[in-house]
């Protein structure tokens, strides 16, 4: 992703030689990687995300700053129900790898905005579920493209379905410091209520479950103005990376998932990979799985 810069030299080769080369590099990869193409990593934080290309935690590193990804505090909680977020930057994932790794659950990108899909969303959802994980789908929220309910409708059509099959997690609401521009997408906090409430309400008529909400304290407290109109509907997914106890919404009693780090590494990803604890024991997952939490 990092911005193209052409050198002031380049060396001359033949035409013949470029496949060549190209196919020892892809070989390269391959072996270096053991399980298919390496990640792209995201981009660094001095420049800026394309559209679409959005990720649980790009702007969460905005207002947290990118140095606190990396925890501070060791070590960092891994103990009970853990969890990874992942989307197309993470690359090919070895899904076998990941649960052997100890990892319960894992939720990746579907969709972001109206028009975007993540390029790896289906092999990850197949993946994952294949391998044993009870898996779940989040939607990058674009406030300033769309109402909430058209959002919503995308999502549910695109990978946020829900089905009781007892690894499907409800879907998720990933709504977070605009990565693409003003912190609040240009919404007042009444606007920002309408929208979140409405995303809410359309999920749930196509889906039967109320979707889960991915945020943090900051955010929330500012672009709602501390709004609790969804503590008693939406179960919370807070991010505070580098804590040893995470700061919660106003409005919500406490947290369900929480995201402590974005530089974790499992067995499986390469690279670095967002990881989560799940606030229950493992048959509470699955309740939460099969909505009967």
Known sequence: MSAYRSPSRRLKRSRKALPAAAALGSAAALILTGAGPAAAAPPPPDEPVRSGQAWMGAGTRIEQGPASAAGGVTPMDTSGVQGIDVSHWQG???WGSVKAAGIDFAYMKATEGTTFKDSRFSANYTGSYNAGLIRGAYHFARPDVSNGATQAGYFASNGGGWS???RTLPGVLDIEHNPYGAMCYGLSTTQMRTWINDFHTTYKARTTRDVVIYTTA???NTCTGG???MAAKSPLWVAH?????PSIPSGF???TIWQYTATGRVGGVSGDVDRNKFNGTFARLQALADNTA
């Open 164 to 166: 009781r099959d007892g």
């Open 218 to 220: 900051g955010w929330w």
């Open 227 to 229: 709004w609790t109109g």
């Open 92 to 94: 090919a994932i070895n």
């Open 253 to 255: 009693p406490t947290w």
């Open 241 to 245: 990376w580098g804590t040893s106890s």
